[in-house]
């Protein structure tokens, strides 16, 4: 997901072959790096680091993973060098208010890059812009019509379609005995959902042209996620001045970046070709969708007293901000759900039991029943609690703050582990154990919600810049799942399933979960 680009990215193999090679080549020039935050507190709890690199050889294929692990030894509040750049990891609940929540305006702006600038328009859209009025004006734009409740609402259909359709193709396959590939299957119906709720009806039915766009959404969010060494390493930044790209980041970026452009510009003019045939009709007329996000975007871009004037760069930003933000992470959180209850047969037993009291077997699941279901909450809220999607949230000071005793001068960049948080052992109770039930006690566990108020379960971030989907995620996220455990029976068994993390950006699984489904409500899948 776009939006950690700045954010640690895997060390893979090639690259840490890349840095090895240079050191080595570039042996008796290289004893000079960029100067640390020379006024960073330097009571901040450190590992010893090394010349150069700092301590971007303690990081895994995992970073969360591997700053958690540092964190048990130092501390919650860590100083992590990566290359010349000092970084602060926060792992606990309590660093984690004390920064974004009692510093909170100090830390809206996230850290940016010039892979990242050149990939946003130059900044133009609203993950990565500065905390500015530009982003003001977008993110109550956001909140009160983009990804506000009414337009939501209105795009249910287009939910409903979609799950629909998923349940065909599984159900389609258990017939002919096929196997399904459930990430690539989650991917695809996350991807149609967000493409159609955001670049608009016309693109209903056309496949060739959204698997075009998921893909492109996805090279995107690779370039965005890599780790530019030029940006932290001396050596690599002199190197980046005389033209060389080690890791071909540039031309990947400038490749990429084209795609996209020729993409939504095609369907920027054709939806201006289509509003102009439909001008003067409003949204909801006879015969008429209801309007996208970009058609609303665009009813913006088009009103000459609108309180602020839109450029056609923030237009293809914002959507590529949306597309990259929204469908992998709410993919993933379904596979994670399922793979959870496989692995949980009480907890799927528990939730079928709820499923069949509320909605019964004769009709499938919808968005209207969700207040009545309870546990199916609990299960969600677990899964994204155990599986933050997104497990590292980068931002940088914009201000000097003193925060727990410490001076943190502006610029300062922070990594919050949230994955590390939301298993923080003061908080939770057995935290690795999956366990839903802990939100149906008594001890009030079931009033922490995942607002950004609640320090300890941060999947969606927390203060001014905090996740603007949540709505729309939990229905994507609970609509799809849900139907789901309705319609199929999946295979139960404590700990059957391998639940080992992948490398990425957001939180993926190491292994595919492939399965050939077998239909649980075969009268009501036949008439879909
Ligand atoms: C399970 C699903 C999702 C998760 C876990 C998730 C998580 C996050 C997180 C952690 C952030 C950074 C928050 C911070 O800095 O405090 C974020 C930002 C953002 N998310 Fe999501 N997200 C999800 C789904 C969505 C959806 C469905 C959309 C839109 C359709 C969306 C749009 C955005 C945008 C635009 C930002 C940047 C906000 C800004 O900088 O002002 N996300 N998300």
Aim: glycine residues 6%; contains cysteine; aromatic residues 6%.
């Amino acid at each position: 997901m776009e939006i950690l680009a700045s954010t640690l990215e895997l060390f893979n193999s090639s690259t840490l072959t890349i840095l090895v090679i240079s050191l080595i080549t570039l042996g008796a020039i290289i004893l000079r790096t960029s100067k640390p935050h020379a006024k960073l507190s330097a009571t901040i709890p450190s590992p010893v680091a090394l010349p150069i690199i700092g301590h971007l050889h303690l990081l895994g294929r995992l970073p969360h993973q591997s700053l958690h692990r540092i964190a048990l030894r130092h501390g919650p509040l860590i100083r992590v060098r990566l290359g010349g750049i000092d970084y602060l990891a926060l792992n606990s609940p309590s660093t984690v208010k004390s920064f974004l929540k009692n510093n909170e305006l100090a830390f809206s702006n996230r850290p940016s890059s010039t892979t990242i600038l050149r990939l946003t328009y130059n900044g133009s859209d609203m993950s990565f812009t500065p905390y500015s009025p530009h982003w003001v004006f977008m993110r109550k734009l956001t909140m009160t019509q983009l990804l506000g409740g009414k337009t939501i609402d209105k795009l249910h259909f287009i939910r409903k379609e979609e799950v629909k359709r998923l349940l065909r193709i599984f159900y389609d396959k258990s017939r002919k005995g096929e196997k399904v590939n459930m990430s690539k299957e989650l991917i695809n119906l996350a991807s149609s959902i967000i493409s159609r709720m955001s670049v608009g009806r016309q693109w209903a039915g056309k496949d060739d042209e959204l698997v075009e766009l998921k893909k492109v959404v996805n090279e995107l969010e690779e370039v965005m996620g890599m780790f530019d060494l030029r940006d932290h390493v001396w050596v690599f930044k002199q190197f980046g001045k005389l033209g060389f790209d080690f890791q071909g980041i540039d031309s990947k970026a400038v490749e990429v970046k084209r795609w996209y452009d020729r993409m939504v510009e095609r369907i920027l003019r054709e939806k201006e070709v289509e509003r102009q045939k439909l001008s003067g009709n409003e949204d909801g007329g006879e015969g008429m969708a209801p309007k996208g996000i970009l058609d609303l975007l665009m009813d913006v871009y088009d009103d000459e007293n609108a309180e602020k004037k839109l450029t056609r760069e923030n237009l293809k930003s914002y959507i590529l901000n949306v597309l990259a933000a929204a469908t992998s992470t709410t993919a993933i959180t379904i596979e994670w759900a399922l793979a959870e209850v496989m692995n949980h047969p009480s907890v799927l037993k528990k939730l079928l039991t709820e499923l069949d009291t509320v909605v019964g077997k004769d009709r499938l699941i919808d968005e209207s029943d969700l207040p009545r279901l309870p546990y199916l909450h609990a299960v969600i809220k677990e899964t994204l609690r155990l599986h933050c999607p997104v497990p590292i949230i980068a931002r940088i000071s914009s201000e000097d703050c003193t925060i727990d005793g410490h001076f943190v001068p502006a610029g300062t960049r922070i990594l919050v582990n949230s994955w590390a948080v939301c298993r923080d052992p003061e908080s939770w109770k057995n935290p690795l154990e999956f366990d839903p039930e802990r939100f149906s006690g008594d001890d009030n566990m079931n009033e922490i919600d995942y607002k950004g108020q609640h320090f300890q379960l941060l999947p969606f971030g927390s203060g001014r810049r905090m996740c603007p989907g949540v709505s729309l995620a939990q229905l994507v996220i609970k609509g799809g799942f849900a139907a789901l455990v309705q319609c199929f029976d999946w295979p139960s068994d404590e700990n059957s399933v391998d639940m080992t993390e992948g490398p990425g950006i957001t939180l993926t699984r190491a292994a595919t979960l492939v399965l050939t489904p077998k239909p649980r409500l075969n009268k009501l899948l036949s008439t879909m």
